[in-house]
């Protein structure tokens, strides 16, 4: 076995001999697979399965508070083991399809799978050896249903699955916003010959046309112009080829343009039309562009009139012709561009080649309707997409021609969009793309590589008790510093690239090492110490003016946030000073006016009448959720506004996450009067009574991704007919959402504790953005509002 992953596959690139990758990193967790599924095209073969994941999970459980003597933490932080499920994907060449048949014979546990379902047209080929390798029964399932249910799936849960192709770009990749209705949509299918669906529902598609010149049109022609046989020879050619030797363009006909009927010169006017020349040699490269272009053109008018009979903009595109290949993916481009004059554009998917065994899984699957959930791709597990092109360097060219993987988790929760989005369709969480700024991109993949021994220290500081954790560590450090490396080079692998996608990976990489919440302990230390000085904070605001204890409270919200232990600057400052508090965070804040200063308008807003529910998003544990966020909310229950507070459901940096705020909010509770009343209908009533709800986001992320929340929350937020929306953090209001439009007024306040970032922004290291906003057309009222002072 150990020649087979040692070494590449020659798939017409340069393969590195170095590259190693172990079985057991390819086939992960086979020892509990439960489910499969296999789709064998003519050159390349795609595994799938389903198995169960063990990894640990950092759960608290609040102490009797009757008995908690002085100096005895708030709550108790334990490391627990869960099973988690998750679908692996795996794709091959068929050279590899026997070995990699016995590995699974040799590791597979799971004696109750009988069945494995099939598609593809080398279903039947390797039928027999499948069976008699795995003993298991193959069940062959229809093509293109498969076909169309793993592009449904991919495109429901997959963030930035479809791109546009744009060639020479800073960014080849453009990619696209996941609508929230994926429907209807055309799939454009070029294997051997081209099939159109029209596809308009999990279960309704048709087969609406097709063309017999195809790939295999491509492949067979090609081979015997060039005498090249190999698939991806073919295309190598094509990419060093000039079409214009071989092709009849309607200058060569006519001089020039032809005006009156809108050609250009260059258009070809005939494929092949120069290769009758007499006495005249073409070289194989030439040739094969020009086959490449004439197929192209030929299926991208096809697809154009197919959009337009159906009255379609979305037209995806894949099959083995597609492939990732640079040089087809731009002819295709061009030929849609120029027969819908850019009214439609050509999309690809970053999966397409996985697209039939998900779809054979999931027809295996269906009495467990996988659609009943929402999924995730596991950056850690997973390759990303890899582009085939020859400049590339040779670490990249050989995993493309080796193995990939995808890996899909199951999430806890249903995800879907807030419901306040003004429009859902055209959101996009990320404020900057870095896959397209260079500048930006380096800086924050130094800065991530920067901050990783901290993480690391932090992660192993986590779990004193176990001492294999600095063992785990290093291999944690080991990964992402390989995932940083690859995104250096290959920015678009896991679609765009943003600080969330970075903040995400990292995430996925410390879960894969079982470190689910290396900041527990800082954020138990802090919190239980804020704690301390909350009846004291409420006390000094209570003695204010109504329009002094509102600055106050903003200020107070801002200076909270500055306790962010994502932020180097400030992680920095709390690890040599640890008396570092709070009022020393309200002296670093800048003065007014703030780099983005909206606080005169939202003060006009306060003295008009209270909002129906404010929906916060709430960011750190400890000074900024106690001491900043409470006695903000405190006011707006006291003004007469519902108040929704959504945390995150799983940790992420020192974040709080709804587990630890509800221990959090019961000790308030205990402490202050106005929260104890509103505590008391949150238990003791049923929705909409109770003034403060707590609800999880769905997020696991430092950010927020406002098209992908928990269905409860997005169900509470209806309800209560939320009119106020507010996003707290560096995170949650700057690197995302800074542009979301919402159908209600928000509040989006951060303070920059990044130096880079606030010069960027035009500020400096602490600057604060105060952004109170609302949507065009709504109106607000500032009548005479008597404002409630808070006992």
């Known amino acids: 076995m150990t020649e087979l992953w040692s070494s590449g596959v020659d798939s017409g690139h340069s393969m590195d001999k170095s590259i190693t990758l172990p079985p057991d990193e390819i086939f992960r967790n086979l020892e509990n697979a439960k489910r499969f599924a296999i789709d064998i095209g003519g050159s390349l073969t795609k595994l799938a399965y389903y198995s169960t994941v063990q990894h640990k999970v950092a759960k608290v459980r609040s102490f009797d508070h009757t008995a908690k003597t002085e100096g005895d933490p708030l709550y108790e932080i334990s490391m627990q083991e869960e099973m988690s499920a998750r679908l692996h994907f795996i794709k091959f060449e068929n050279a590899y399809i026997e070995t990699c048949l016995d590995f699974i014979k040799d590791h597979l546990v799971n004696t109750d799978t009988k069945v494995i379902k099939a598609t593809g047209g080398g279903a039947h080929k390797f039928k027999d050896l499948i069976e008699k390798k795995l003993k298991l029964r193959v069940d062959k399932e229809d093509e293109m249903t498969c076909l169309i249910k793993g592009c449904n799936f991919v495109l429901r849960n997959i963030t930035h699955e479809a791109f546009v192709y744009v060639k020479h770009a800073d960014s080849e990749f453009r990619f696209q916003n996941t609508h929230p209705d994926i429907f209807p949509y055309l799939l454009i299918n070029i294997g051997s010959g081209v099939s159109i669906f029209k596809v308009e529902s999990e279960d309704t598609f048709e087969r609406v046309g097709g063309s017999s010149i195809g790939g295999g049109t491509f492949w067979g022609l090609g081979a015997l112009l060039t005498k090249t046989k190999r698939f991806d020879e073919l295309l190598q050619l094509a990419s060093k080829g000039q079409h214009t030797n071989v092709d009849m363009l309607v200058k060569d006909i006519y001089g020039g343009s032809y005006g009156s009927l809108g050609l250009t010169g260059d258009l070809i006017a005939s494929s092949f039309g120069k290769s009758a020349t007499p006495d005249k040699e073409f070289s194989k490269e030439d040739m094969a562009k020009s086959l490449l272009h004439m197929i192209s053109n030929d299926i991208g008018q096809l697809a154009c009139l197919y959009a337009r009979l159906h009255n379609l903009t979305r037209v995806y595109f894949g099959g083995f012709f597609i492939r990732g290949h640079p040089v087809t993916m731009h002819t295709i481009t061009y030929s849609i561009n120029f027969f819908t004059k850019g009214e439609v554009q050509a999309l690809f998917l970053r999966h397409e080649g996985y697209l039939g065994t998900i779809g054979a899984f999931l027809k295996g699957a269906e009495e467990d309707n996988p659609n009943q959930y929402s999924w995730g791709e596991n950056y850690a597990g997973s390759s990303g997409l890899m582009s085939t092109s020859p400049d590339l360097n040779p670490m990249q060219r ?92 290959q920015p678009f692998a896991y679609g765009s690239l943003t600080v969330r996608s970075l903040l995400d990976t990292r995430e996925h990489c410390l879960n894969e090492f079982n470190f689910p919440d290396p900041y527990s302990k800082i954020k138990q230390g802090e919190n239980d110490m804020a704690l301390k000085y909350f009846q004291k904070a409420v006390k000094s605001l209570g003695e204010l003016s109504w329009e002094q204890r509102q600055f106050a409270l903003v200020r107070g919200l801002l200076a909270g946030n500055v306790f962010d232990w994502g932020a180097k600057a400030v992680s920095d400052v709390l690890e040599s000073d640890p008396e570092f508090g709070f009022e020393h965070a309200k002296l670093q804040l800048e003065e007014r006016p703030w780099l983005v200063d909206a606080y005169d308008q939202w003060l006009e807003r306060l003295k008009g009448p209270p909002h129906k529910c404010a929906l916060f998003f709430v960011d750190n544990s400890g000074i900024d959720i106690i001491l900043g966020v409470f006695p903000f909310v405190r006011e707006l229950i006291c003004r007469g506004t519902e108040v929704v507070l959504a945390s995150n459901s799983s940790p992420a940096l020192n974040d709080v996450t709804n587990s630890e705020l509800q221990i959090l909010t019961e000790r308030i509770a205990a402490m202050d009067l106005v929260i104890q009343i509103v505590m008391i209908c949150f238990f003791c009533f049923p929705i909409p009574e109770d003034r403060l709800t707590l609800v999880q986001s769905g997020s696991s992320s430092p950010c927020l991704d406002l098209s992908r929340l928990d269905k409860v929350l997005a169900g509470v937020v209806r309800e209560r007919h939320v009119d106020l929306v507010i996003i707290e953090g560096m995170g949650r209001a700057i690197h995302t959402n800074y542009y979301a439009i919402l159908s209600c007024e928000s509040l989006k306040m951060a303070v920059i504790k990044n130096s880079w970032l606030a010069d960027r922004l035009g500020g400096k290291l602490f600057s604060v953005v105060f952004k109170y906003e609302v949507p065009p057309g709504h109106k607000t009222t500032t009548l005479d509002h008597v404002p409630v002072t808070p006992s």
């Open 398 to 489: 050989a995993r493309s021609g080796t193995f990939d993987m995808l890996e899909m988790d199951r999430l806890e929760r249903q995800l879907v969009n807030l419901p306040l989005l003004q429009d859902p369709s055209s959101y996009i969480p990320d404020t900057v793309d870095l896959s397209e700024d260079a500048l930006a991109r380096e800086y924050w993949l130094y800065c991530f590589e920067e901050a990783l021994d901290g993480v690391v220290k932090r992660a192993v500081a986590s779990q004193p008790d176990l001492p294999e954790a600095a063992e785990r560590a290093e291999k944690f450090r080991h990964k992402y510093q390989h995932k940083l490396q690859t995104l250096r080079h």
